[in-house]
Every structure is written in structure tokens, then in C-alpha cells.
């Protein structure tokens, strides 16, 4: 059985890689220290958002398992913490191009774009996170959260395409559990053969 965790206490924990990163920043010395924490930054945003997405495929694999169900109870707060180190990240990267004209010359890179628009998909999502939002946006809630598929897609993209595909590997890592797990929650849906009712 798992224990009842206080939303405070799993905030300090979703707090913790971050509050990592920070203190090196602040302790370092070298001018590279910027640079050097985004990479930290956005590979915790982008297991924040895988783990908020395993939710659903786990608890239907894992049928009556607690672990699942209280992720899935709880995705919100994993969801969130992944828009945080992302608007990290992208502060840190603006800090460490330094200057529009820089940014501007970035944009047409693959893994640069891809970044950027995933991350605008976060900004609404993040924004309607709240119960306030689910309740007054009703079924367009659920609508609008599934634009986290793009911006995973994006995400996997803006990964896999740094340093000439030199993330393809890590960025397979974490996304292929996670699209093995959809590809079968699509499988028993949508697709798997439906039981013949006896006449």
C-alpha cells in the first residue's frame, strides 16, 4: 500500500532536481555554468511530462495496482513540475544566447523550433491545470489536454535532433516505454478484436 503524500511534500520533491541545478549555478565559477544547466533542466521537464503521461496506459495495464492509480491521482502535479523546468530551460537558453539577434538566428534549427513550440503548448496546459479550470471548462478540458501529445512528439523532436542526433539515443530511452504503453492502450481501445456476444 502507498503512502499518503502531502501535495507539499511531492512539490518538494518534484523541487528537488531543480534546486540542484540552481545551487551549482549559484556556487559556480565558470562562465559555462548557464550553458551547463540546460540540459538538466530540460531532460527533467521532458520525465516530468513522460511520467505524467504514463499515467493512463499504466493503471490500464496494471488493472487494480495502487502505484498507477496514484499517479494517475496525481499526474497534475508531475504535469506542472514539467511546465516549471521547461520555462527553465528556456530562461536559461535566452540567458545564455544572450541577445536577440542570436535567438532570431536559432529558430530555423529543427531542435531549436520544435523546442519552442512544444513549449507554447505547455504555457495553456499549465495554465488550465487548476480544479477551477476543470470544472469550468468542462469536457473542453480534456480536449485541450490532449494536445500533450504534440508537444511530446516536439519534445522528442527538440531531444533527438541536439548535437547533430547526438540525443537520438537518450531521447529514445525515455520515449519509447511511453509510446509502447500508448501503442497498446490504443491496441485495447480501438483496435483488439471486441468479444462475441452470445445470441
Given at each position: ?43 527533467f521537464g521532458a520525465r516530468f ?14 488493472r487494480g495496482w495502487r502505484g ?55 504555457v495553456p496546459l499549465a495554465i ?72
Amino acid at each position: 500500500m502507498l503512502p499518503r503524500l502531502s501535495p507539499y511534500w511531492l512539490w518538494a520533491l518534484l523541487a528537488l532536481p531543480g534546486i540542484g541545478v540552481f545551487a551549482g549555478i549559484h556556487n559556480a565559477t565558470d562562465a559555462d555554468a548557464i550553458h551547463a544547466a540546460l540540459h538538466p533542466t530540460g531532460e527533467f521537464g521532458a520525465r516530468f511530462m513522460i511520467i505524467a503521461m504514463l499515467a493512463s496506459p499504466l493503471a490500464l495495464v496494471f488493472r487494480g495496482w495502487r502505484g498507477p492509480r496514484w499517479l494517475k491521482k496525481n499526474r497534475r502535479y508531475f504535469g506542472v513540475a514539467a511546465f516549471f523546468y521547461a520555462l527553465a530551460h528556456t530562461v536559461l537558453y535566452l540567458i545564455d544566447l544572450g541577445t536577440v539577434q542570436k535567438v532570431m538566428a536559432d529558430l530555423p534549427k529543427l531542435y531549436i523550433w520544435t523546442g519552442w513550440v512544444a513549449f507554447l503548448i505547455f504555457v495553456p496546459l499549465a495554465i488550465t491545470s487548476s480544479d477551477y479550470f476543470v470544472r469550468k471548462m468542462g469536457r473542453n478540458w480534456k480536449t485541450l489536454q490532449r494536445m500533450t501529445y504534440a508537444a511530446a512528439v516536439l519534445t522528442l523532436l527538440h531531444w533527438a535532433a541536439l548535437h547533430d542526433w547526438g540525443g537520438l539515443g537518450p531521447a529514445l530511452v525515455h520515449f519509447v516505454p511511453l509510446g509502447l504503453l500508448e501503442a497498446y492502450r490504443v491496441w485495447y481501445w480501438y483496435l483488439r478484436p471486441k468479444p462475441v456476444q452470445p445470441t
